[in-house]
């Protein structure tokens, strides 16, 4: 299993943008599709959004939809989330997760138990 870090989170004012990073503590992850979710405080863990192994897929939640990009550098076997015009429902703790394949399979929304590796959360604070 792999142990996974989150950086970048923060308070940031409604309309601006943030960076949001994850690299793996220990093995690297560079050989697997990688994942965003988050979670509000008494609600359920919702999917943000998910890229391929290789960066040539990427899906997207449709709260997020257009305003925020996944992207990952294999080179650094980091995964990033860049967050645009960022609204303060989008106040959560995010998650990095690690999925157990290359590819997952976008026919549906990515769901938690499909991911092996998450990371401790960071918290991002919008406000309005």
């Known amino acids: 299993q792999v142990q996974l870090v989150e950086s970048g989170g923060g308070l940031v004012q409604a309309g601006g943008s943030l960076r949001l990073s994850c690299a793996p503590s220990g093995r690297t992850v560079s050989n697997n599709a990688m994942g965003w979710f988050r979670q509000a405080p008494g609600t359920e863990r919702e999917f943000v959004a998910a890229i391929s192994w290789d960066g040539g897929r990427e899906y997207y939640g449709d709260s997020v939809k257009g305003r925020f990009t996944i992207s990952r550098d294999n080179a650094k076997s980091t995964v990033y989330l860049h967050m645009n015009s960022v609204k303060p429902e989008d106040t959560a703790v995010y998650y990095c997760?690690?999925?157990?394949?290359?590819?997952?399979?976008?026919?549906?929304?990515?769901?938690?138990?499909?991911?092996?590796?998450w990371g401790q959360g960071t918290q991002v604070t919008v406000s309005s």
């Open positions: 997760a690690g999925h157990k394949y290359r590819y997952i399979d976008f026919s549906h929304t990515p769901m938690p138990h499909e991911f092996d590796d």
